[in-house]
């Protein structure tokens, strides 16, 4: 079988630590994932693996059949799209919204001197309406909302119409109404068979779209657990992934999590 992502005893050290620690996971083709795990566990360095951004310190990486250390990482990432919180902040505030996505296609933030053709930016102009921001397309992009900003960048990231998207807590800091409708738009995106291979990092179970398929819980460096999502999302699962007492509940395709409520004392009358 040809996976889209696979990774064999890969483990990254920093210092004393391996800050990943002997994670093999595979990724077919059709798939479309969700990273859980708290503060620290391990999920932006493995996506900085799996978008060929890191190498490991042991361990084998083959993305969309190119191995990491034997393939031009330069030529492998147009492959492979990213949105998260490191690279939005590269984004010069001044640049125009639409040439935001646009310059994606040449992998660069800031617009100078590229000749784009009128079909890339016809295929800007589709992303940016695919996640309801096309009104937005000539604002400067460090005026917008941060939940604008966070469509833009998925658009951006859309822009090399990549086989693999990785997605770095993109619901992070939006209300309620910007989850709910991101949340929405990343559920029809996971509906569409022509979509990428996707990976979504995120802290809340809240935040996982519809037609998701697979989680991985993350605990120290290393895969807690990772499956079908009715597999791996269970109340044992998630309390041990997490390190306190969790109850997990399933509502239509939703999901929600909160701390175990402890029994009550019963059986005593008051007064
Ligand atoms: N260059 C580095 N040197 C030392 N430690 C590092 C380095 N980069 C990351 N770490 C540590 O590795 C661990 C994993 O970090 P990582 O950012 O991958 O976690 P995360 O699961 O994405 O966390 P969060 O949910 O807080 O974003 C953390 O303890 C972090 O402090």
Redesign the pocket.
Same mark, same amino acid.
């Given at each position: 079988m040809t996976w889209v992502l696979d990774l064999h005893n890969v483990s990254v050290r +920093? =210092?004393e *630590?391996n800050?990943l620690d002997d994670v093999s996971w595979q990724i077919a083709e059709g798939e479309r994932w969700v990273v859980l =795990? +708290?503060? =620290?566990?391990? *999920? $932006? $360095?493995?996506l900085q693996i799996a978008s060929a951004r890191m190498h490991p310190t042991t361990g084998t990486v083959t993305i969309l059949g190119s191995q990491l250390g034997r393939v031009d990482v330069f030529e492998l990432r147009p492959r492979i799209g990213l949105a998260s919180a490191a690279l939005a902040e590269r984004i010069p505030p001044s640049e125009i919204v639409s040439d935001v996505v646009l310059t994606a296609a040449y992998a660069v933030t800031g617009r100078w001197r590229e000749a784009y053709e009128e079909l890339d930016q016809a295929r800007a102009d589709d992303l940016l309406a695919a996640f309801g921001v096309a009104h937005l397309a000539q604002r400067r992009f460090g005026t917008l909302s941060e939940g604008e900003r966070k469509r833009v960048q998925i658009a951006r990231a859309l822009m090399t119409d990549p086989e693999l998207l990785l997605l770095d807590?993109p619901a992070a800091g939006l209300d309620l109404g910007g989850r709910e409708e991101l949340v929405g738009a990343l559920a029809e995106l996971a509906a569409y068979p022509q979509s990428p291979v996707l990976v979504l990092?995120t802290?809340h179970v809240e935040e996982i779209p519809p037609g998701f398929t697979h989680v991985m819980l993350?605990r120290d =460096?290393g895969i807690h657990i990772a499956g079908p999502v009715e597999d791996v999302l269970t109340d044992a699962h998630l309390s041990a992934a997490f390190g306190l007492d969790l109850e997990v509940t399933r509502t239509g395709d939703r999901w929600s999590a909160r701390a175990a409520q402890r029994a009550t004392r019963s059986g005593g009358h008051s007064g």
């Open positions: +920093r =210092g *630590k800050i =795990g +708290r503060n =620290g566990a391990g *999920k $932006t $360095t493995l807590e990092v802290h993350m =460096g």
